[in-house]
């Protein structure tokens, strides 16, 4: 009869863990009890099994090898201690059932993860800013901003179980704030055109300053139910914030004041998500896994942007918008743990984030109109990917 895939892997789970249990008996016990241990771990049920290991520890504890054998009966104490000790003494858990790993210890009631993350943002889309109207590809583009690296904090706390469960309640929080790339360069021509919609235009020519940076800022709860030996589904709320600051200073003007043009987008989203985790690889101290997450989004999005033209009189011109519209959020990884000491462990992972119907910074230049003070972009994607790196600590 040819049993189904997941009873073989119980079968072959059980007989791994008895002859694991024989060799250690052999090694350790003297050679009357190991012989009588090895016999019941071969023909006894699992439940008649956990009693003669019990037996074998009782008598290890008070029989030397010279005094008759005495088998003490074993009581529900007897068994959970024996377990609390195989799995605090000899770091090889006996997990829940259909769950034969690390990723899945069921002396583990609580984990907490804290480390550093470093993602990379891409560049954003080729798009001029500001040029010379007569000589097309001149000036800034906001191709030429890299905001490259950002590093922050990432940390999650999961209480394993909830509630007697074979679910895990997971809270993570990681955040970026300190990307930032410039530009600066020399735009000849009279006059320069500001891209917005209509064009805004300037004298010129201008020595051209350009800042550009943002944040990214993650909170997340999440339920993790134990679906099968290697896939865990997930499903939560997340909120991320995501905004851009670009801010512009044409200056050395032919007798002429300076000109500041600044653009804020500022990205608010909630929404819910699902995904699933997948164990790559596990043993005794280590695991591996693959994940992904996905979400619909509502998306609270708005943008400011500024002009001052500092030639006197000086004058102030602005255009905001604002609207809350669909986005998506994607995320996906491999993350590995790899026990250094008895309830530590060394965590690292490397991930990919997409974003999608946001608002970006250059992206509201041809979306701005400085006539009627009004329009948003929030149409854009970003990716971002990197790398995580820390320490775990269960409990």
């Known amino acids: 009869m040819q049993l ?4 073989r892997i119980l079968v072959f789970a059980y007989a791994l863990s008895m002859t694991a249990a024989v060799s250690h008996a052999q090694r350790t ?3 009357a009890a190991a012989t009588r241990f090895a016999s019941s771990a071969r023909f006894a049920s699992p439940h008649h099994s956990q009693r003669a290991m019990t037996s074998v520890v009782s008598q290890s504890r008070y029989s030397s090898p010279d005094e008759p054998y005495f088998e003490a009966p074993a009581t529900a104490d007897d068994v959970l201690n024996s377990q609390q000790e195989f799995c605090e003494q000899n770091f090889a858990p006996q997990c829940q059932p259909q769950c034969y790993n690390y990723c899945c210890d069921p002396c583990r009631q609580w984990t907490f993860r804290a480390g550093a993350i470093f993602l990379h943002r891409q560049r954003p889309d080729n798009q001029s800013l500001i040029s010379n109207p007569a000589i097309a590809g001149s000036g800034l583009n906001a191709h030429g901003f890299n ?9 999650s706390l999961i209480r394993h179980r909830l509630f007697g469960s074979n679910n895990d309640l997971e809270l993570r929080y990681f955040g970026i704030d300190n990307w930032n790339d410039n530009q600066t360069l020399r735009l000849n021509g009279n006059p ?10 300037v004298t010129g020519g201008r020595d051209i300053s350009s800042q550009y940076s943002l944040s990214l800022l993650n909170t997340e709860m999440n339920l993790r139910h134990r679906a099968s030996p290697r896939v865990t589904w997930i499903g939560g709320f997340r909120y991320l914030q995501f905004n851009e600051q670009l801010n512009t200073q044409l200056v050395n003007g032919p007798g002429v004041g300076d000109i500041h043009y600044n653009v804020a987008a500022t990205n608010n989203l909630f ?13 005794c101290d280590c695991c591996v896994q693959l994940y992904g997450k996905a979400g619909l989004y509502a998306n609270q999005s708005s943008q400011d942007t500024s002009l001052t033209n500092f030639s006197a009189p000086a004058a102030t011109f602005t255009a905001n918008g604002q609207s809350t519209s669909l986005a998506t959020v994607g995320e996906f990884g491999i993350t590995g743990s790899r026990r250094i000491w008895r309830n530590l462990a060394l965590r690292g992972g490397y ?26 972009n929030n149409n854009d994607s970003v990716l971002f990917h990197g790398a995580t790196l820390g320490l775990e600590l269960t409990y």
């Not at 929404?271 to 164990?279: N, P, T």
């Open 4 to 7: 189904p895939s997941t009873w």
């Open 29 to 31: 016990l003297p050679s």
């Open 147 to 155: 905001p490259g690296w950002g590093t922050g904090v990432d940390a």
């Open 192 to 201: 320069l055109a500001i891209n917005t919609n209509p064009p805004t235009f």
């Open 271 to 283: 929404g819910l998500q699902a995904g699933a985790a997948f164990d790559l690889f596990s043993s």
């Open 351 to 376: 991930q990919v984030l997409g974003l999608s119907g946001v608002a970006t910074a250059p992206g509201q230049f041809p979306a701005t109109n400085l006539i009627n003070q009004s329009g948003l």
